[in-house]
């Protein structure tokens, strides 16, 4: 099925560990999104990207990188997790201008450091 | 800069009655407003859009929203509550291909 993959779905880290979420679409879209959902917070943008070869920092970057290297998959990183860290994570995509303008979302990826 | 103030971090109403979620809105230019639904342990799913034209939108399972400039509100309703509505909701403001900016969301309550 079209849409947005995330992986993986669950993760616990120790603090200081790295890690890699990977997140795969299959729409041809240009723009890609990283969100983190927090309680009462709503999402916060982290990093996103129009195009390949292209990334851009949002509300929350620190403390995580980002790359798209392909068109269809954009990379969070976390070098050095931090129990603040603890979140659900989201991506996210949207189609070219003209078009939908809303986003489809992946179905997230639930990250606990302890 | 962009923002989005949902004044209510939870909705009761009970099943059949109307509901409304509240939503208002900062942005300079013309807004690209949304409305998304979560329901427990997913991704966030579409409902309705506002991008220009009629101020009342219709979306997904029966919503709609209306889309008022002088107030800067783009609140949800629906004319009959189902429980299967209970979820949390998301209202949402960008400027066209900006990159879309969240509410802190809205517990919705169904009760049978």
């Known amino acids: 099925n079209a849409g947005v993959t995330q992986t993986p779905k669950f993760r616990v880290l120790k603090t200081g560990q790295s890690m890699t979420l990977l997140c795969a679409q299959d729409?041809?879209?240009?723009?890609m999104y990283w969100y983190r959902q927090d309680p009462g917070m709503g999402l916060r943008l982290i990093h996103y990207?129009?195009?390949?070869?292209?990334?851009a920092k949002g509300e929350v970057p620190d403390g995580y990188n980002v790359s798209r290297l392909k068109k269809q998959n954009f990379l969070l990183g976390l070098e050095s997790a931090a129990p603040s860290q603890t979140s659900v994570y989201f991506c996210a995509s949207m189609g070219p201008t003209g078009k939908n303008y809303g986003y489809t979302f992946g179905s997230g990826t639930r990250l606990t450091v302890v | 800069a962009q923002s989005v103030a949902q004044p209510e971090d939870q909705v009761n109403v009970a099943e059949g009655n109307p509901l409304t979620v509240k939503c208002t809105y900062s942005?300079?230019?013309?807004?690209?407003l949304f409305w998304y639904v979560q329901y427990p342990n997913r991704g966030l799913q579409f409902l309705l859009k506002?991008?220009?034209?009629?101020?009342l939108v219709k979306g997904s399972y029966g919503f709609e929203a209306e889309f008022n400039k002088s107030q800067t509100s783009f609140h949800l309703k629906k004319p009959s509550a189902l429980v299967s509505d209970s979820a949390l909701y998301f209202c949402?403001?960008?400027?066209?291909?900006?990159?879309?900016?969240f509410g802190t969301g809205t517990r919705l309550q169904v009760f049978p």
């Open positions: 942005v300079s230019g013309n807004p690209y």
């Open positions: 949402a403001v960008s400027r066209g291909t900006d990159k879309l900016i």
């Open positions: 729409m041809n879209h240009e723009y």
């Open positions: 990207s129009v195009g390949e070869g292209t990334t």
């Open positions: 506002y991008i220009t034209g009629d101020n």
